[in-house]
C-alpha cells in the first residue's frame, strides 16, 4: 500500500522574518540586532530546540509563555554547548581506556592480530564488515589515509596484511569499539575486560552503547539540555538507584561517573559538572534528571 505524502510548502524565512516571527509568537526581544546575529550565525532551526520547553504545548502556532525572553533562550543555549564539552573531556578519556582494555586483554590471549580470527565473535557478527571497516580506517587501500603507524606498518610487512591491534585502536571508533565488546564470543573475554571496570560484562555492552550515542551527539552538537535519551543505559543492580529515569541525561552523566572513578580519579570532572550547574541556577535541574542536593549522594565523590 502506498503512502500519500504531502507537500511541503513553508517558505524559507530570512532572518529578518524569523525575528519577527518569533516577536509575534510572544517572545521578549530586549535587543534585536543581537538576536538577529545569532539567528545568523546558529539558526532559527537550531534555536527552535530551545524553544519548545518556553512555548505553551499543543498550540499550532507555538506561542511563549508569558515573560520568557530571548536573553534566557540563550543563556541555556550556551549551558548546553559547555555542557557538551565537559562531556567530551570525559569521553576522550573513557574512549581511549576502553579500546585499550579491550585490546591489551584480547592480545595477550590470542595474539596482536586477533581480531584477524572469526571464530573469537559470535557467529550472528559481521565479521566481514569489520574488517571492511579496518582497512577504510588504516588505509590499506589508500595511502592518503594513513597515519604513520599504519603506513610504517604497509611498507615494512605483509603479513599478516593488515596491522597488530594496538595500531589498529587508535584507527577506530568507540562505536566499533562497543560493537566488537558485546559480540565477542567467550563470555570469559568479556568479564576479564569488563572487571577491569568492576561491572557485569551486559551491563558493560549496554553503557558502551550508550555512551557511544552520548559522545556522537556531542560530536553533531546536538542538544544535551531537556532531552530524552532514546539509547538508554541498562540499569546495574549496584547504581540503581542513579538510573531510575535513565532517558534522562543524569543517567548518562552517572555512566561517564563510573568509569572515570576507574580510569581517572583524579580528574575532578565531577566536580566541574557541579560548577557548571551551579553557574546556571535557571536551568532547571529537574528537566535534566537531577534532584535536590544531588551531589551530596557518596555516589559522586564531591567532598567539600
Known amino acids: 500500500m502506498s503512502k500519500d505524502y504531502q507537500f511541503y510548502g513553508k ?3 530570512n532572518i529578518d522574518q524569523q525575528l519577527e516571527l518569533i516577536i509575534k509568537q510572544g517572545l521578549i526581544v530586549k535587543n534585536p540586532e543581537r538576536v538577529l546575529h545569532y539567528l545568523r550565525f546558529i539558526g532559527y532551526h537550531r534555536l527552535s530546540g530551545y524553544f519548545r520547553t518556553f512555548q505553551i504545548q499543543n498550540t ?3 506561542i511563549f509563555k508569558k515573560g520568557t525572553t530571548f536573553d534566557s533562550i540563550i543563556s541555556i543555549y550556551i549551558f548546553d554547548r559547555k555542557l557538551r564539552l565537559l562531556i567530551m573531556d570525559a569521553v576522550e578519556r ?17 595474539g596482536p ?3 584477524l580470527e572469526q571464530m573469537l565473535f559470535k557467529s550472528k557478527f559481521n565479521h566481514k564488515d569489520l574488517i571492511k571497516t579496518i582497512e577504510r580506517e588504516t588505509g590499506f587501500n589508500n ?5 604513520k603507524s599504519c603506513s610504517n606498518y604497509f611498507k615494512n610487512f605483509s603479513k599478516p596484511y593488515l596491522p597488530p591491534v594496538w595500531i589498529v585502536a587508535e584507527a577506530l571508533s568507540i562505536g566499533a569499539w562497543s560493537n566488537i565488546f558485546s559480540n565477542l564470543r567467550s563470555r570469559k573475554d568479556r568479564r576479564q575486560i569488563s572487571d577491569q571496570y568492576y561491572l557485569h560484562y551486559n551491563i558493560m555492552s549496554s553503557w558502551l552503547h550508550s555512551f557511544t550515542y552520548l559522545r556522537n551527539l556531542c560530536a553533531r552538537h546536538s542538544r ?3 532531552r530524552k535519551f532514546t539509547v538508554k543505559p541498562k540499569v546495574a543492580n549496584k547504581f540503581k538507584e542513579h538510573f531510575q529515569n535513565n532517558t534522562s541525561f543524569y543517567a548518562q552523566a552517572a555512566v561517564l561517573n563510573v568509569f572515570l572513578s576507574v580510569i581517572a580519579d583524579g580528574s575532578r570532572w565531577q566536580y566541574r559538572l557541579l560548577e557548571l550547574l551551579d553557574n546556571n541556577p535557571d536551568i532547571q535541574l ?4 537531577f534532584f535536590k542536593n544531588w551531589h551530596n549522594d557518596p555516589f559522586w565523590r564531591i567532598f567539600k
Open 224 to 226: 544535551i539540555w531537556n
Open 143 to 147: 595511502r592518503k589515509k594513513q597515519n
Open 11 to 13: 517558505p524559507a524565512l
Open 113 to 115: 592480530h586477533w581480531y
Open 286 to 289: 529537574e528537566k535534566m534528571g
Open 60 to 62: 499550532p502556532e507555538h
Open 94 to 110: 573513557i574512549e581511549v581506556a576502553v579500546r585499550t582494555t579491550i585490546s591489551s586483554s584480547m592480545g595477550e590471549k590470542y
